[in-house]
């Protein structure tokens, strides 16, 4: 609720306009109400809604991924791209427990597009398990085709993000939002954090994987607090 009592009186009466169960007449003696008193405010509509909204920064914070996190780098390199693409942060906790900061929707955003990732890698790995099948360095080959698949997704995360930072750069508004956002967010993560230490890997499973990962299409409209907006797609 906010502080001050004329700003929720207009929000009440607004909110009565809108009603379903209100009549005609009640509707309209709202409405009237209402505009008469942000005139003597002097506010407008969008500043009534907006002094009711909440503030998206107030739920910045972490939250713990149930699960260890698998110490394989390719799993660092995917979960990197889904920060790239969210606009969070994430690290890994001494337990190897992967802690994702943002607000409510960024987290939410964050766990299901880097689960749907990993889904990607794996179903692409069990085709390149069968064409190896039998040999010495089947593992290693292994591990070097999944880093060179979420190497692949990562670069299309950055191209996405890239191009949409030109398409609609944050302006006014927005961009005092993304500031105060993006030191919430730094605020929220401890220092020391756990990186995930670069493994050798065979140059040939490293390129296989790279060459398939482009079948895994990211959407350039990703807006990184839709959850509905992520998946396949060019």
């Given at each position: 609720?906010?502080?001050?009592?004329?700003?929720?009186?207009?929000?009440?009466?607004?909110?009565?306009?809108?009603?379903?169960?209100?009549?005609?007449?009640?509707?309209?003696?709202?409405?009237?109400?209402?505009?008469?008193?942000?005139?003597?405010?002097?506010?407008?509509?969008?500043?009534?809604?907006?002094?009711?909204?909440?503030?998206?920064?107030?739920?910045?914070?972490?939250?713990?991924?149930?699960?260890?996190?698998?110490?394989?780098?390719?799993?660092?390199?995917?979960?990197?791209?889904?920060?790239?693409?969210?606009?969070?942060?994430?690290?890994?906790?001494?337990?190897?427990?992967?802690?994702?900061?943002?607000?409510?929707?960024?987290?939410?955003?964050?766990?299901e597009l880097y689960a749907w990732v990993v889904?990607?890698?794996?179903?692409?790995?069990?085709?390149?398990?069968?064409?190896?099948?039998?040999?010495?360095?089947?593992?290693?080959?292994?591990?070097?085709?999944?880093?060179?698949?979420?190497?692949?997704?990562?670069?299309?995360?950055?191209?996405?993000?890239?191009?949409?930072?030109?398409?609609?750069?944050?302006?006014?508004?927005?961009?005092?939002?993304?500031?105060?956002?993006?030191?919430?967010?730094?605020?929220?993560?401890?220092?020391?954090?756990?990186?995930?230490?670069?493994?050798?890997?065979?140059?040939?499973?490293?390129?296989?994987?790279?060459?398939?990962?482009?079948?895994?299409?990211?959407?350039?409209?990703?807006?990184?607090?839709?959850?509905?907006?992520?998946?396949?797609?060019?």
């Amino acid at each position: 609720m906010t502080a001050n009592p004329k700003i929720e009186r207009i929000r009440k009466l607004l909110a009565m306009a809108e009603s379903p169960t209100a009549n005609e007449n009640e509707a309209d003696t709202a409405r009237k109400l209402a505009e008469s008193l942000m005139s003597a405010v002097g506010v407008t509509e969008a500043d009534v809604r907006e002094a009711d909204a909440p503030d998206p920064v107030a739920t910045v914070r972490g939250e713990r991924d149930p699960k260890p996190q698998p110490a394989a780098s390719w799993y660092g390199i995917a979960a990197a791209a889904v920060v790239r693409v969210v606009g969070c942060f994430e690290y890994r906790d001494q337990s190897n427990h992967r802690i994702w900061v943002g607000t409510d929707d960024q987290r939410e955003t964050a766990r299901e597009l880097y689960a749907w990732v990993v889904r990607q890698i794996e179903t692409l790995s069990r085709g390149a398990a069968k064409i190896v099948k039998g040999r010495s360095d089947a593992r290693s080959y292994l591990h070097a085709y999944r880093v060179g698949v979420a190497s692949a997704i990562a670069k299309k995360a950055r191209e996405m993000v890239e191009f949409r930072e030109r398409e609609a750069p944050p302006v006014g508004e927005a961009l005092v939002l993304r500031d105060r956002l993006a030191e919430a967010i730094k605020k929220a993560t401890p220092d020391g954090l756990v990186r995930t230490k670069p493994a050798r890997v065979s140059l040939i499973g490293y390129a296989a994987g790279r060459a398939d990962g482009e079948s895994i299409g990211l959407r350039r409209d990703v807006a990184g607090t839709t959850v509905k907006r992520l998946g396949s797609g060019s």
